[in-house]
């Protein structure tokens, strides 16, 4: 069973500040990650997908990727109370490259 | 505009009905799948389709079905075996199936 996981939160920092998510994943295998942000009664949003070790850069995002490890992180410079959401983690596994979602991350972005 | 159109947005299930959410993209996709999210959980897959005629089970396929009959539809059907069916159902698509996944608005069922 391929298993996804992320602290439910609620993850609380103040606008301004960095917000630092992180996920981990028990596939070795898996090749492809991506973060997806979910307002409050709305669909997933794609914000991020990152294929290689290291960091991937777009804007306030920025997307961690440590295989190793077997955890990825997306970090949200200069946060704003419009970020305030809840982030999903989605991993895809080399066999099947169908995702798995974690159970996600609440943040609250405080003024 | 190209993207995915969920139909209706909020559907009403008499026990013992079947009923069948609409799920259209325009942006000639090939790959297309079904997710069921419950409060406070993360999406759990139900159905999905790499290309035309051809559809994998997920995780969670009892009680559902679904076509792929067009390369722009992928209905999903909520049988009467479906015991337990109120959640928010969200179709996606992609490329192909090593890209991501974008979604639709999607469908908020309840029983009545």
């Known amino acids: 069973q391929k298993e996804v996981e992320q602290n439910s939160g609620p993850l609380s920092v103040p606008e301004g500040a960095i917000a630092s998510l992180n996920c981990t994943y028990s596939d070795r295998g898996s090749q492809s990650f991506f973060w997806y942000r979910q307002y409050s009664g709305k669909s997933p949003e794609l914000i991020m997908f990152?294929?290689?070790?290291g960091d991937k850069e777009d804007g306030r995002f920025t997307a961690q990727l440590n295989k190793a490890s077997q955890y990825v992180s997306l970090l949200i410079r200069d946060s704003q109370p419009s970020d305030s959401a809840t982030y999903l983690c989605a991993v895809e596994s080399g066999g099947s490259y169908i995702p798995t979602f974690g159970r996600g991350t609440s943040l609250i972005v405080h003024p | 505009d190209g993207g995915i159109t969920q139909s209706p947005k909020y559907l009403f299930r008499k026990e013992g009905q079947n009923v069948t959410l609409s799920c259209e993209q325009n942006l000639n996709h090939d790959a297309m799948y079904w997710y069921r999210q419950d409060p406070g959980q993360g999406l759990r897959l139900i159905y999905y389709s790499q290309i035309v005629n051809d559809f994998q089970k997920g995780d969670i396929a009892e009680g559902y079905s679904v076509s792929r009959e067009k390369k722009e539809s992928f209905p999903l059907t909520v049988t009467s075996a479906q015991k337990n069916p109120t959640a928010f159902y969200l179709c996606?698509?992609?490329?192909?199936?090593?890209?991501?996944?974008?979604f639709g608005d999607g469908t908020r069922l309840s029983i009545l």
């Open positions: 996606a698509s992609s490329i192909d199936r090593k890209q991501p996944q974008h």
């Open positions: 990152i294929y290689s070790n």
